[in-house]
């Protein structure tokens, strides 16, 4: 079966009315992240002089809370209505964030507040991820999944190029704390536009199963399917040392490279154009080298482009650019790693699964994200922020070997792949 042209068509996601309510607040919703991304350190490293290991403890606490998926994708899993925690989700996540503009006011803002936001988000952000699968595997058709995930990842992508820009202007003109109120409005109409959408939820089959069994049930899901096994070690893997660089690229750039918080964004925003140019390009690349191929690709270079920042010398709009080059490749190829990859995850897991599944998935996936984000921090300070970038670019590469021997590898088509619901469907008949 052929990928879904994205034209307009009878499979045209630009007439789904639902598909585009959500397309809104997720592009709005990413948007207002991209600031906080670069607004939240920026607070730790201008306003609070913290440490290469303190930024890399902050970093680490957002993701902390994905260490809890597992148990949380199992309770999201026996609500009947995923929309109404998604949206319960953003409101919680805005509150929390209009707490560091409150403080900053009083002159009250500390490291231990910058924590607790970041936990407090990181947990809503959990509960939302783990209630999405459900809700976008009913939100569309199977045959438009790669569609609709190559136009959110074009969007998440865009938020990349114009986030960090728009964010550096604001935290230099009106405040770092000040600008977080932009991520809180849009959770805020994230939360108007998902209750707009209007579409079905997959009966949950809870049963007598208890918390602890139906967790221990996704994990053990994952670690049996040869395409989610394999995708799960790669992937975690690449997180695992991403985040010993990405941790400290706002710091290195600021204090490394003597880059301005408007020059760090305007280099961040040119760089991601690169995630945008992958998600355009995704289909054309598949359908020309193949599903597996393309996102080996992505699993090589994504983690390896870092290096070319940490590799910035001489005059500063050289930094920069060099800053934004390692940006725009490794955009790039994450979207090539992302795109199909969350494709076949969505097709390969049964309806009544996928909040469990995503749930075991995080875990191990995410989980690792505050361990590297510690890792490197502490690197930082033993070998040198610079050092610690290297090690970060030179262990990415060792994702690949999850995919040397997978069935992932020789995947040509989207198409190819038997999915739960396929398989059942024709047992009925």
Known sequence: MNVPKIEVGADSLWRHRNFRRFWSAQGVSELGDRVTELALPLIAVILLDASPTQVGVL??????????????????????????????????????????????????????????????????????????????????????????????????????????????????????????????????????????????????DVGDTSLIRRARAGVSYVVRHPYLRDSLGCATTMNFFNFIGATLLVLFANRILGLSAGIIGVAFGIGASGGAVGAMCIGRLTRRFGVGRVIAFGALVFPSAIAIAAAAQGQLWVRAMALAIAEFVGGFAVMCFDIPHNSLRTIVTPDSMRSRVAGGYSTINYG???????????????????????????????????????????????????????TAAAAEH
């Open 59 to 204: 970093t680490a606490v957002v993701w902390l809370p994905n260490l809890a998926s597992l148990f949380i994708g199992a309770w999201v899993e026996q609500h009947r209505h995923k929309r109404r925690l998604m949206i319960a989700a953003d409101l919680f996540r805005a509150a929390a964030l209009l707490s560091i503009p409150v403080t900053y006011w009083a002159g009250a803002l500390t490291m231990p507040q910058l924590y607790a936001v970041a936990m407090l988000t990181g947990v809503g952000d959990v509960v939302f991820s783990t209630a999405y699968p459900s809700f976008f595997a009913h939100l569309v058709t199977e045959r438009q999944y790669l569609q609709a995930n190559s136009k959110l990842s074009t969007t998440r992508s865009g938020s990349f190029i114009a986030g960090p820009a728009i964010a550096g202007v604001l935290v230099q003109v009106l405040s770092a704390p000040i600008t977080i109120c932009l991520d809180a409005a849009s959770f805020c109409f994230s939360a108007l536009q998902v209750n707009r959408v209007t579409s079905t939820d997959a009966e949950p």
């Open 368 to 422: 690792i994200r505050p361990v590297g984000a510690v890792v490197g921090g502490l690197l930082a300070d033993w070998i040198g922020v610079r050092a610690t970038l290297l090690v970060s670019a030179t262990g990415g590469i060792l994702a690949l070997q999850w995919l040397i021997r997978s069935p992932i590898l020789r995947l040509l088509d989207l198409g190819d792949v038997q999915s739960p619901r396929a």
